[in-house]
């Protein structure tokens, strides 16, 4: 321990004094040489926050291992107005400064037979233990905690956590808390690389993360660069790229849950109660209705290409997965219940019992874009059998299918780019219908300093289902069309 925490300051010291822009570096002791070796005098690999990728191949010299660190902090301004913004008869406060700290760890090593190994890290600053992030008042009243207190009460949590080890012969293998290939060959055409990210940026914490109550109204971003692909423990192997263009991945996930060292079950087995065990991180059967959307046994495949022709690069990759389901127990009480009510049209919508009956997982994912003097283009489909962001679909229920196109500017520092996406899902299980989300996003960047970057983007989102209500998350005759507008511009600081 006392030697990691004098490598990490002696990357911070390095680092500031060279004044990169990326991950510092620091050769961390290896007890094993005979001479140690010195600290690099420049980042041997890209920054940490491009770690989705495979691992650079001899960034590492032989003999060395290398120790990484980035930080990052998004600060900035957010204002928006949405169709739910107003609950219960209370108006929510439409703008306010929002942030995120990010802290990315690795250590790269390379043995002097070749054998490249390592591991990977994202901590992220979470909630208030124990509760979704909520406000409180000032003045520490009852049930209302206070500012300090609530710092106070601030949590850490992995985003990542994986190891790593191969050769550049034969690929790089993973296992621990790591994206697949769905995911790790997405790349260019999905377009999240605008400003904080647009819809799977940090700006839509403004409705997503319920900060300001405007619950239901954004659009859910419908492509696998999310937690719910990469947050499960996987085996991945990434191959080398052949004619240094291409190259194919494979991942397995036993069940989707995260990197422990137990079951972590909810109920003890009190078959006499007729609980069963239930929301186990390994589980074929559950008696929990919330267990039949959980996936098992799930694999990606993918592969990408790219390569650059008379100045004019081209990106392409395509990927699938492939998985089981949870089935249910004796008395699972299954999904999607609820009571009869009037709708709008003064139809009625009669209630429903729980569904307990899923189908398998089955997706996949197409996308390409064309670059040429600092203009790319491009657009992604994704679709299949699932619902929401990767869980298996009820027996009956509508196949999910979205689309994408979008292009950006890259010039200097500056970079401008806008793009729109469409996804129809089911949604709600027993109600009839697809659901419908879209959004807009358009965003800049300007480098203005080595790390330290200005954002300003505009968020437009829209859902429709009918006969559910997006305010409260449940079957009702309001709020089946949903709309919400959010602005915002601030600093990014990555080192």
Not at 163 to 180: D, E, F, K, N, S
Not at 216 to 234: C, F, I, L, Q, T
Not at 351 to 373: D, H, M, Q
Request: glycine content about 16%; hydrophobic content about 35%.
């Amino acid at each position: 321990m006392r030697k990691l925490l004098m490598a990490a300051a002696a990357a911070v010291a390095v680092g500031a004094s060279l004044g990169i822009a990326q991950a510092a570096e620091v050769s961390v002791v290896n007890p094993s040489l005979p001479q140690q070796p010195t600290a690099p005098a420049a980042p041997a690999t890209p920054a940490l926050s491009n770690g989705n990728n495979p691992v650079p191949l001899g960034s590492v010299a032989p003999g060395q291992l290398v120790m990484r660190i980035e930080l990052q902090e998004n600060v900035y301004f957010a204002s928006g107005w949405s169709t739910t913004q107003s609950q219960g008869g209370d108006k929510m406060q439409p703008y306010g400064i929002l942030g995120y700290p990010r802290l990315y760890m690795g250590v790269d090593g390379q043995a002097t037979n070749g054998l490249l190994y390592g591991v990977y890290w994202q901590i992220r600053n979470g909630c208030e233990t124990g509760v979704t992030c909520t406000s409180a008042g000032s003045g520490g009243t009852p049930g209302s905690a206070g500012v300090s207190a609530q710092s106070g009460e601030n949590s850490l949590f992995w985003r990542y956590a994986y190891i790593y080890a191969g050769t550049a012969q034969l690929g790089i293998g993973r296992i621990g808390v790591t994206p697949g290939p769905m995911m790790l060959f997405l790349g260019p055409g999905v377009f999240d690389d605008i400003a904080t990210g647009g819809w799977n940026g940090d700006i839509n914490d403004w409705e997503n993360g319920a900060s300001f109550g405007q619950s239901g109204s954004a659009p859910n971003w419908p492509w696998p660069d999310v937690g719910n692909e990469y947050d499960s423990a996987k085996v991945v192997y990434l191959s080398p790229k052949f004619w240094n263009m291409m190259n194919f991945g494979f991942s397995y996930e036993p069940s989707d849950s995260l990197l422990t060292d137990g079951q972590n079950c909810a109920a003890a087995n009190t078959t006499s109660l007729g609980a069963g065990f239930t929301n186990c991180n390994n589980q074929s059967t559950s008696t929990a209705a919330n267990d039949l959307q959980r996936r098992r046994n799930t694999i990606e495949l993918g592969g990408q290409f790219s390569n650059t022709f008379n100045g004019v690069g081209i990106s392409a990759a395509i990927a699938g997965m492939f998985g089981g389901h949870v089935l249910p127990a004796a008395n699972n009480p299954g999904l999607g219940s609820f009571t009869s009510f009037t709708a709008g049209n003064g139809k009625t919508v009669t209630g429903s019992s729980g569904t307990t009956n899923f189908e398998n997982i089955l997706a996949g994912e197409a996308r390409a874009a064309v670059t040429f003097a600092g203009v790319t283009v491009g657009g992604s489909v994704i679709g299949g059998q699932y619902n929401g962001q990767w869980a298996p679909l009820n027996a009956g229920g509508i196949d999910s299918f979205a689309w994408m196109v979008g292009g950006e500017y890259n010039i200097g520092p500056l970079q401008v780019g806008a793009s729109w996406f469409t996804w129809k899902y089911q949604g709600y299980w027993t109600l009839p219908g697809a659901q419908t989300d879209a959004g807009l996003e358009v965003g800049t960047t300007y480098n203005i300093a080595p790390g330290l970057n200005w954002y300003a983007e505009y968020l437009y989102g829209q859902r429709y289902k009918g006969d559910f209500n997006f305010e409260t998350g449940a079957p009702g005759a309001a709020n089946n069309n949903a709309h919400v507008n959010i602005i915002g511009t601030g600093l990014g600081f990555r080192w």
